[in-house]
């Protein structure tokens, strides 16, 4: 997948270009008189820490480098000026020209600003938003190092750090309407937070990290299930000819996606019962979102009766008192491979119905396939069935109104009779 | 002391308990199941397994209560007391009657109530009894469908599980209201009765209790005694005191090689009799 190339590329570009800016330093170093290539001249200011500067709205920006820092970086044997090629200031006069040229990382590592520039971080930059991430929010100045290392910014175990500074942070995400979510607390407890060999990048791709809403975007639905598959391929193999999978594919917004049912930054282990798709909450909460919800049943089709006659089945009212042995949606429709019952390969095709019920029901007749399956009852059902139980209903409630009526009208009267009587 | 009716021997009132155990426990397993969700159920779906335990129980429970009537079938054939109930418990006339009276009775419409003898069963246990029987055999037959459902289904359509389990649960409502309603009445509610009849713990009637319950038997049990009234004590049937009498001697020769069915008899006659003979611990 094209927006699954990390920085490793770049890296490899840079060693391969790094002896060429070298020599070309000491070459411009040589031309202009001064030692460039030499940090000392550079440091020899720049290594006082009260060195500081005001900018054009007058914030104070602290010009410390440290030297150990930048030595022990990815880039110690760079020069100041490699990537601080102009500098317009009056300090800087001999070397400085018109332009302030802001230190371009791009000169080098052209592969992640291509991909930066289609990310959503660069075009908020665009936007004018001051805090949107820049290369060196996310990779540090000059302390930069290698991502393969622990200590790196970019290093898989502090990615979530990195990105945290920002997301993380009540004022930021709330100024810039990210929606009050932070991720941190979620992708914590969830399962591939405690991995930790899972973070932020997995699923949002790291400089080419795109909007919820582009469609390029590894997040953007109807990528979603792509995204999840680098990992879990056979769960997206199974999704994607499943009913739901066919259809979130086509951009069906309601259709649901692998976040629908697991959730996006906390997703939990199975077995977790926090987890929306712990066996407990599949048939109360996680199916029923879209199956006992109107607008969704009216706009595909389809009834919200499944869900209300599971519930008043032997199977639903088990369940719902919490019994892990009943059956609940995915135990006959399946998981990740949902069919509808006109798909011979599904589950509940009449003629494998048999054989679904079977797995709890050994030695099912075929009289388990036949009649309606989710039947309503009720005297004008459609089916005999729902109409026997529906005439069943009414006979007996008429017989529980009388029978129990005419009791307890004779047993009153007899009690009133009894009270009068004790009156005297 | 008061003159004391027998009207339970401890047989029966074992029976009576066990009825009500049974029964009790049906109904709230079976409710737990209906209303999975209602407040009073928490203490089950709390507990771990505690639908499957709920099952279990509710299983448990109507095969108790099936063994139950089964043994009173046989009680109600091979004992002469268990005869004469079978035989005092059929509806006749004089129950309509005695229901329709009261009925006039409770609404004053006779005017001065009229005094009513009603026999060793009157019309309320007589209901309640047939009632009794009609549900037993109903929720056996619907709960084994429901239970073997594998089995029934090798035969039946589905639609008749569904029918089967619907008239359970409605058969539970209309037996469980019928007790609270009628028979709570009767023993706890009821203004000549209340706090409670006693004879299900103690197997007594009171000689007020007769009267006003079952006046028809009182005066029969007084024209046989002859007017010489004495304390009935336990062992002493109203019948006369002969409890077990059938060919006592014949069934003892024959001993284990009698037909299955008199071998069942004796293990129902020593039972009653180590019910009888028991005189607590």
Not at chain 1, 227 to 237: A, Q, R
Not at chain 1, 318 to 338: F, Q, W
Not at chain 2, 32 to 47: C, E, K, M, N
Not at chain 2, 55 to 61: D, K
Request: hydrophobic letters at 35%.
């Amino acid at each position: 997948m094209k927006w699954r190339e990390d920085g490793s590329k770049a890296w490899s570009i840079l060693w391969g270009v790094l002896p060429v800016f070298l020599i070309l330093g000491l070459i411009l170093g040589g031309m202009t008189g001064v030692a460039w290539s030499d940090n000392s001249l550079c440091l020899g200011c720049h290594q006082d820490e009260s060195l500081k500067k005001q900018d054009a709205r007058g914030k104070s920006i602290p010009l410390f480098v440290a030297e150990a820092g930048f030595k022990n970086s990815v880039h110690g044997k760079l020069s100041c000026s490699d990537c601080h090629t102009r500098i317009k200031d009056d300090k800087h006069a001999e070397g400085g020209k018109a332009v302030d040229k802001k230190v371009n990382c791009a000169t080098c590592h052209e592969e992640a600003e291509k991909e930066y520039l289609q990310g959503l971080h660069s075009k908020m930059i665009m936007k004018g938003i001051e805090r949107a991430a820049n290369c060196y929010d996310c990779h540090g100045k000059h302390n930069i190092l290698p991502s393969k290392n622990p200590k790196s910014m970019t290093h898989v175990s502090n990615i979530e750090k990195t990105c945290d500074r920002c997301h993380s942070d009540v004022g930021f995400v709330k100024q810039h309407g990210l929606g009050e979510a932070l991720p941190k607390d979620e992708f914590k407890k969830s399962v591939h937070g405690k991995t930790g060999e899972v973070t932020c990048t997995n699923c949002h791709g790291s400089h080419s990290q795109r909007s919820l809403i582009d469609p390029k975007s590894t997040i953007f639905r109807s990528n979603i299930p792509q995204t999840c598959g680098v990992c879990h391929p056979d769960i997206t193999k199974q999704f994607v000819g499943s009913v739901h999978g066919v259809l979130a594919a086509r951009g069906r917004a309601d259709s649901p996606t692998c976040t629908t049912c697991h959730g996006f930054h906390g997703i939990k282990a199975k077995v977790d019962p926090d987890s929306p798709v712990n066996e407990r909450r599949i048939a109360l909460t996680t199916c029923p979102q879209c199956h006992a919800a109107e607008r969704i049943s009216k706009e595909y089709k389809i009834t919200t009766t499944p869900v209300k006659s599971y519930y008043d089945s032997f199977h639903g009212l088990s369940y719902r008192g919490g019994d892990t042995l009943s059956a609940h949606c995915a135990s006959c429709h399946g998981v990740h491979d949902i069919l509808p019952s006109s798909d011979p390969k599904s589950m509940i095709h009449k003629d494998n119905l048999q054989k679904t019920c079977g797995t709890c029901h050994p030695g099912a007749s075929e009289n388990f396939a036949k009649g309606k399956m989710h039947a309503v009852v009720s005297i004008t059902g459609e089916e005999f069935g729902e109409k026997a139980v529906g005439w069943v209903r009414v006979i007996y409630i008429i017989l529980i109104v009388a029978v129990i009526g005419g009791l307890t009208f004779f047993n009153f009267t007899d009690w009133l009779r009894k009270t009068i009587d004790r009156r005297h | 002391m008061t003159k004391k009716y027998l009207r339970m021997t401890l047989n029966e009132r074992m029976q009576h308990i066990n009825l009500a155990v049974n029964f009790t426990l049906l109904v709230i397993t079976g409710f737990a199941l209906s209303y999975s969700t209602a407040f009073w159920v928490s203490p089950i779906t709390d507990a771990p397994l505690g639908m499957t335990l709920r099952g279990f129980l509710h299983r448990l429970c109507g095969v108790a209560t099936v063994f139950l009537g089964g043994y009173h079938i046989l009680y109600c054939i091979f004992t002469e007391r268990g005869r004469g109930i079978a035989k005092d418990m059929i509806p006749g006339l004089k129950d309509a009657k005695d229901l329709w009276e009261t009925l006039k009775n409770n609404l004053f419409i006779n005017r001065p109530a009229k005094l009513l003898k009603m026999p060793r069963f009157n019309f309320r246990e007589k209901l309640e009894y047939l009632g009794l029987i009609w549900g037993t055999i109903v929720m056996t037959v619907t709960g084994f469908i429901l239970w073997f459902k594998t089995e029934w289904l090798q035969f039946f359509p589905m639609w008749t599980w569904d029918v089967a389990r619907a008239i359970h649960f409605y058969e539970a409502v209309l037996a469980t209201l019928t007790i609270i309603v009628w028979h709570f009445y009767s023993v706890i509610f009821n203004p000549d009765t209340y706090p409670m009849s006693w004879a299900w713990i103690t197997g007594n009637l009171t000689e007020h209790e007769m009267e006003e319950e079952h006046g028809l038997e009182l005066e029969k049990i007084k024209a046989q005694s002859k007017g010489e009234l004495k304390e009935f004590s336990e062992a002493v049937t109203a019948g006369g005191g002969r409890v077990y009498t059938i060919r006592r001697g014949k069934l003892e020769e024959e001993g284990e090689k009698g037909a299955s069915i008199r071998r069942l008899y004796g293990i129902v006659r020593s039972f009653n009799e180590t019910i009888k003979n028991w005189k607590g611990t």
